[in-house]
């Protein structure tokens, strides 16, 4: 099978930080499903979904991620298709939010991010063609209470898919941000009924979404069809973040 850049059928080697549950097993699952090879890292080495290469990496540890990438690469090859999902909170309000918890949610969403793009980006230029997606938050523009941090790093990840595009676009390189509302994973499972109420109520659809709502956007944007969407905000939020 021929891997020409107008090839859309070749299976592709993606990489996809944080594939072992939420949205990013999620993510991993739909592209299992259209046919290409599929490498998640989770920071314990295991539990991404069957058919996908498991290896361990934690995304503020440089040394981890070098290893992670390298043992995808020699199974699938170089990296074409990045994911980078990985990512926290560490919710408090400003008065009590000390410089421990903004720099860990920045090295895990925003710094994490930068590691592991900046791990690929050589082959991705050798090859002439990448597809870089970062997951970001609707938070990251529309701003929360209690989420400063969070919502810093991932505003980070849109000058970031940014600048990439300026620097790489004529490259065959595409990098673009998908901006989740609230999705239906751990990371909100732990929130008060009341506040999921609050949520819902603000959301124009009415509805928590399901990760899969969310895949199938990421799965878009790393196909042939999105050659010419780069830079890009793409919300899946349900209109919550509409005009922001
Ligand atoms: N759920 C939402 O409503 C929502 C909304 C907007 C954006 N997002 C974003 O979507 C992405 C996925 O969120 P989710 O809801 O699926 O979260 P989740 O269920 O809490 O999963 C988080 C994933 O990130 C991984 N991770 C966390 N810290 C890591 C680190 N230091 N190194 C490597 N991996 C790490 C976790 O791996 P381990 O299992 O090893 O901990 C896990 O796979 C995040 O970037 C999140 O900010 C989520």
Not at 96 to 121: C, H, K, P, Q, Y
Not at 205 to 221: H, I, N, S, T, W
Request: charge should be negative; include cysteine; proline fraction near 3%.
């Amino acid at each position: 099978m021929s891997s020409s850049p107008a090839d859309t059928t070749a299976e592709r080697s993606v990489l996809i930080t944080g594939g072992n549950r939420g949205i990013g097993r999620c993510i991993a699952e739909e592209f299992l499903r259209r046919g290409d090879k599929v490498a998640v890292t989770s920071r314990s080495g295991s539990g991404g979904p069957e058919g996908a290469l498991t290896v361990a990496a934690d995304v503020t540890d440089a040394a981890s991620l070098d290893q992670a990438i390298a043992t995808a690469q020699e199974a699938h090859g170089p990296i074409e298709v990045l994911v980078a999902n990985a990512g926290i909170t560490d919710d408090q309000l400003l008065l009590r939010m000390n410089d421990a918890s903004f720099e860990s949610v920045i090295d895990t969403n925003l710094t994490g991010a930068f590691r592991t793009v900046s791990r690929v980006i050589r082959s991705m230029m050798r090859a002439k063609r990448g597809r870089i997606v970062l997951i970001s938050s609707v938070v990251g523009q529309y701003g929360s209470p209690g989420q400063v941090n969070y919502a810093a790093s991932k505003a980070g990840l849109v000058g970031m898919a940014r600048s990439i595009t300026r620097e790489l676009g004529s490259r065959g390189i595409t990098a673009n941000v998908v901006a989740p509302g609230y999705i239906d994973t751990d990371m909100t499972a732990s929130l008060s009924d009341d506040l999921k109420a609050k949520y819902r109520d603000a959301i124009p659809a009415g509805r928590f979404a399901d990760p899969a709502e969310v895949a199938k956007v990421v799965a878009f944007l790393a196909s042939e069809d999105a050659a010419y969407i780069s830079g890009a905000v793409i919300p899946v939020d349900g209109g919550l973040g509409m005009g922001h």
